[in-house]
């Protein structure tokens, strides 16, 4: 599976943003699809995830209430709606896949996830 990940960019604090995330290769639909963060100096941290039907969803407690993370059903595009964007949401953003079930084996750890995209960056200014 290739991802490529799209959408970042500069933005001041309160404002949105939209990541797309786009697979190609293999059935999209096979795959849990996350996405993660890296900031400057941080480690990974998971931001949102969505289950193969995209009836579930999971979020990281700092990023909660503010970010959506969404899929098409029938077709091979994820996206994260970004809203209320604060300076600490700075980061480079990941999509990636996985094989996994979410509910047996978790969702916010970066090694259940098999595939990965470049990155994008996203910089919100105060």
């Known amino acids: 599976v290739q991802l490529q990940a799209s959408g970042g960019g500069l933005v001041q604090a309160g404002g949105s943003l939209r990541l797309s995330c786009a697979a190609s290769g293999h059935s999209f639909n096979r795959y849990g699809m996350g996405w993660f963060r890296q900031a400057p100096g941080k480690e990974r941290e998971f931001v949102a995830a969505?289950?193969?039907?995209?009836?579930?969803?999971y979020y990281g407690d700092s990023i909660k209430g503010r970010f959506t993370i969404s899929r098409e059903k029938a077709g091979n595009t994820a996206s994260l709606h970004m809203n209320r964007l604060k300076p600490e949401d700075t980061a480079v953003y990941y999509c990636?896949?996985?094989?996994?079930?979410?509910?047996?084996?978790?969702?916010?750890?970066?090694?259940?996830?098999?595939?990965w995209g470049q990155g994008t960056l996203v910089t919100v200014s105060s």
């Open positions: 969505i289950s193969r039907s995209g009836d579930t969803t």
């Open positions: 990636a896949v996985t094989l996994s079930r979410y509910s047996t084996d978790g969702f916010d750890t970066a090694a259940l996830y098999n595939y």
